[in-house]
């Protein structure tokens, strides 16, 4: 789909976006007609095993941008800038310009940089931009908005962002109330995380509503399998088939 396209989906239906990481989740998710493929820096996190999403560089997100590209034919990719690759206009071109290279349509900045998104969009990047809960800089996980003042905060940036000319918002973490404000405001998709039903689109990690982490479970997850479960299930048939010998038998061995 084209990034025109995908944008006049707005009041017309829902947008639905995942994360993607590699090649083999892109080729299935793409598959099943998502719209959105998201080389999300949860990466760090979800694959990477880190913390948090300050330790994922540009090397990893060009790696895992051309890996998620070469699995998809019609879903927009859209790749995560990392933190410190967006903090000057010349870094940010250069950098973006990377992603766009290794296969994204898009790339995604977290915040309000106006004289960045300014400089990317008109060098023709299409560029989503990430309001409210914000990873790369939040010193805790929590809802954002809740107060007038940060509410107003979030919605100027969103607000300013769409002027700015980006295609698309990221309501991460915010009332639905917020989120609902914000949608009838601007042009631009918002697509929500913890946001509530009124965004034009939702995603979630795709790591997360698959189930694949037992212990982690934000109340915005809705878990749609239970992967981990699964997994763990085969893995065990496997030793025991190993270990007792029934594994590999006749059909599953070369004469
Ligand atoms: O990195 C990510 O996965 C994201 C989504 C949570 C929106 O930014």
């Known amino acids: 789909m084209e990034i025109e ?9 829902k947008v639905v976006m995942l994360t993607a990481y590699d090649c083999q989740m892109a080729k299935i998710l793409d598959a ?11 990466l760090g996190m979800v694959v ?43 870094d940010a071109l250069e950098n973006a310009r990377r992603l766009i290279d290794a296969g994204a349509d898009a790339v995604k900045l977290e915040g309000n940089k106006p004289e960045v998104v300014r400089a990317l969009v008109s060098s023709g990047i299409p560029v989503m931009g990430h309001v409210g809960l914000l990873p790369q800089t939040a010193e805790r996980f929590r809802v954002r908005g809740k107060r007038r003042s940060e509410a107003e905060r979030i919605y100027a940036d969103a607000l300013e962002l769409d002027g700015l000319g980006v295609f698309s918002i990221v309501l991460e973490c915010v009332p639905m109330g ?9 042009g631009s998709l918002t697509i929500g995380i913890g946001a509530g039903v009124h965004c034009d689109g939702q995603v979630l990690v795709v790591n997360d509503m698959l189930g694949m982490e037992e212990g982690f479970k934000p109340k915005h997850v809705k878990r749609y399998a239970h992967l981990s479960e699964t997994i763990k299930g085969a893995v065990l048939k496997f030793m ?13 061995s070369f004469h």
Do not use: W
């Open 32 to 42: 099943a007609g998502v719209d959105i493929l998201l080389v999300g820096d949860s």
């Open 240 to 252: 025991e088939d190993v270990r007792s010998g029934r594994f590999p038998d006749d059909r599953h």
């Open 178 to 186: 917020l989120a609902k404000r914000i949608t009838g405001a601007v």
């Open 48 to 90: 990477l095993g880190y913390g948090n999403t300050r330790e994922v560089t540009m090397a990893d997100m060009v790696r895992h941008t051309e890996a998620v590209a070469r699995g998809t034919e019609s879903a927009v990719v859209v790749s995560d800038m990392p933190i410190n690759s967006y903090n000057a206009v010349g």
């Open 5 to 13: 396209e995908l944008r006049r989906l707005k009041g017309v239906r």
